[in-house]
């Protein structure tokens, strides 16, 4: 009798033990925050392969791999540190200098994981192939999963033709793509999909074409599922210019933040803006609207999908009046308006990129209540007074006032809201005793301050920023400011 009441106990209790990290997974946001950040820095990590011999980079700190990484990022936020712990990942030392070839199994090599568990006691892990989990728990669902491996074959396609002269691959088969591809994209997994086990249908009419012969590759269909997916009969395509359709796939307005996202697809387009006046005379493209814009730009963009508002689901606007003039005929390009929404968030306001690369949304200062965006601006200064020093033969840059050192950061920010706390509004404070140090003669850069909050934060902390590139709190008593105390005009 007794026995028979025990056992049904420990059924439940292995039940739950099973259970319990998905429905974890459902009520914390973070998790999957912090999925995303794991696999944008995965990707990052085999886009830079792809650049350098199929050699992983070697670092000493995180902040020297976050350097090499930039230009593989496809967001430009702090992605090296967890948002739900704020502390900065763990990258597999194993994998430095190695080759991606001698990664056996991807599924099962393991690149980067939390430093510290998340409020659940459990910590995120991201693999080679992309995946990610969370107390042993996949984080996401297999609609997903196979959404991402659309994009990546689809990424893998676009590779190829870069180094064959714009040319697509013969497409006739699954096993044909796949060996042409798997170069580029080293993960069995994502050839197949993980809902129908069906390796995905290729569109054969694409065989050996030019990229060029496509004035608008966003209609234009790569692959997609071989068979619908069983529970919803709906199947997933992926088009030529990397987005992905799934009917009822994404929603509007898209789950999170989405001014953030607003921003930061803005700042994508931005940044693509930028790339072709670099290949064109310093020459601005066509902004006539958004299906041309978008045609220019998806070399350099990679993906339609940063052109439409996450909140509004609507293309954005931009301004035809800068059509194809040059950059040196603008005094003040922090002047000029690029392209902004085409309606308003619900809070009244839209998002607006000027020509500067600054995206402002009004009253917006990051998510409410988080001291995250502050440690991401103090970051973001961090790697910006790295750059300097990377031009200027490894000296730090004059930090004797704060404006002295915003003045000379700029270039590498393009924004003067990194220098402001987004919580209290006031500049940071360079350590001015740094000024025009080299770095080389700096002993310990882990425990070197190189900038502060100037005042503290509502609950009684300030973010310290250091040399090695890390951000962290510190509580009450904070450490006393060693420069003047200035905020800001107009806040």
């Known amino acids: 009798m007794q026995k028979n009441q025990i056992i049904p106990g420990l059924l439940f209790c292995g039940i739950a033990a099973l259970i319990l990290p998905a429905f974890q997974q459902a009520q914390d946001p973070n998790i999957l925050l912090c999925a995303n950040s794991m696999r944008s820095n995965i990707t990052a990590l085999n886009s830079y392969v792809l650049d350098w011999d199929e050699t992983y980079p070697t670092w000493s700190s995180n902040w020297e791999l976050d350097i090499k990484l930039k230009p593989y990022q496809a967001v430009t ?106 170069p580029y ?30 004035p608008d590759p966003s209609v234009i269909w790569t692959l997609q599922d071989s068979i619908p997916h069983p529970d919803d009969g709906i199947s997933t395509v992926g088009f030529l210019d990397g987005h992905v359709y799934r009917p009822g796939w994404p929603h509007y307005p898209m789950p999170g ?25 310093e ?28 909140q509004t689901g609507l293309h954005y606007l931009f301004d035809s009046a800068l059509s194809g003039r040059t950059i040196a005929s603008f005094a003040n390009p922090a002047n000029y308006w690029v392209l902004t929404d085409n309606s308003p968030h619900p809070d009244g ?25 502050c440690i991401k601006s103090v970051r973001q200064d961090l790697l910006a007074t790295m750059m300097y020093a990377q031009d200027y033969d490894e000296v730090l840059p004059a930090m004797h006032s704060a404006a002295e050192y915003d003045r000379l950061l700029i270039p590498y920010t393009q924004s003067n809201r990194a220098f402001t ?71």
């Open 349 to 373: 306001q839209k998002t607006t990129s000027y020509l500067n690369g600054l995206v402002f949304h009004p009253g917006y200062s990051g998510p409410p209540g988080t001291v995250q965006n």
């Open 185 to 214: 994209i080293r993960v069995n997994n994502v050839y197949t999909c993980p809902v129908t086990g069906q390796p995905y249908q290729y569109n054969a009419s694409l065989s050996n074409t030019s990229l060029g012969a496509y």
């Open 421 to 491: 706390c987004p919580l209290t509004k006031f500049l940071y404070l360079p350590t001015y005793n740094l000024s025009s140090v080299s770095i080389s003669s700096i002993e310990q850069p882990y425990s070197t301050i190189v900038l502060q909050d100037s005042r503290r934060h509502s609950e009684g902390s300030i973010t310290l920023g250091y040399l090695d590139g890390h951000a962290h709190l510190q509580s009450l008593p904070r450490i006393p400011p060693t420069g003047p105390k200035r905020k800001v005009p107009g806040n």
């Open 257 to 281: 933040d989405t001014t953030m996202q607003c921003i930061q697809n803005q700042q994508k387009i931005s940044r693509g803006i930028s790339m072709y006046a670099q290949d064109y005379d």
């Open 283 to 310: 020459t601005l493209p066509k902004l006539t609207n958004s299906t041309s814009t978008l045609t220019l730009l998806i070399p350099y963009v990679r993906s339609s999908e940063p052109f439409i508002c996450p």
């Open 77 to 182: 936020t702090d992605t090296f540190s967890c948002p739900a712990t704020h502390h900065q990942y763990l990258f597999n030392d194993a994998m430095q200098g190695i080759t991606q070839a001698s990664i056996n199994d991807p599924s099962v090599f393991e690149v980067l994981r939390d430093s510290s568990p998340h409020p659940d006691g459990l910590i995120s892990i991201g693999y080679s192939d992309s995946r990610v989990t969370h107390g042993g728990v996949f984080v996401g669902d297999n609609t997903q999963l196979c959404i991402d491996s659309i994009k990546q074959v689809a990424l893998g396609l676009e590779m190829y033709a870069q180094d064959y002269d714009e040319m697509l691959p013969p497409m006739d088969s699954a096993s044909q793509v796949k060996s042409l591809i798997f």
